[in-house]
């Protein structure tokens, strides 16, 4: 029966059970260690995930991270294969030395609403860290500053993508 199902929708399922599995623990540990320590570990567990994720991705699409913008294209690319098809986003700016990306829907804060959690986690903070980890893999001369986040009460996530020397 299972190779009836089309795999978008395969995809589609898999990812939003994978991101609602990763909220339920996000909850629990925060429950556990307090919201301090949640982001501190999370930080850790995601900067990891980063680390190693990033430029599996980079290798297997060729693209260039030199500059920001290339850096850039590597988030959003890895963003979509990392969380599912449920992200929408776009990037906003893009110049060799400054690229942001702009998440209007983010797979996570749609896991915080149904979780019914929404202000409870901070999920830009381990955001970053997978984001910086991931880069700093790929190349130490990139940083990313997470400036709005949707768990933060703003409209949208916005990732700033800069070249630092």
């Given amino acids: ?30 429950r556990v260690v307090g919201r301090e320590k949640l982001s501190e570990i999370t930080s850790k567990m995601w900067g990891e995930g980063g680390r190693n994720f990033i430029p599996v991705i980079r290798e297997a699409f060729n693209i260039p991270v030199e500059d920001a913008a290339g850096a850039g294209k590597l988030i959003a690319v890895a963003t979509i294969l990392g969380m599912g098809p449920e992200m929408e986003q776009q990037i906003v700016e893009e110049t060799a030395n400054r690229t942001v990306i702009r998440t209007t829907k983010c797979t996570f804060h749609e896991r915080q609403k149904e979780f019914g959690i ?17 880069l700093k893999a790929v190349n130490p001369n990139l940083k990313v500053t997470i400036t709005k986040a949707l768990s933060r009460g703003d409209p949208y996530c916005e990732h700033v993508i800069e070249i630092v020397e």
């Fill in 1 to 30: 029966m299972s190779e009836r199902i089309p795999v978008e929708k395969c995809w589609e399922i898999t990812a939003r059970n994978l991101t609602g599995a990763l909220m339920g623990y996000v909850i629990v540990l925060s």
């Fill in 118 to 134: 929404v202000g409870e986690v901070d999920c830009a903070i381990p955001d970053a860290a997978w984001c910086n980890e991931g």
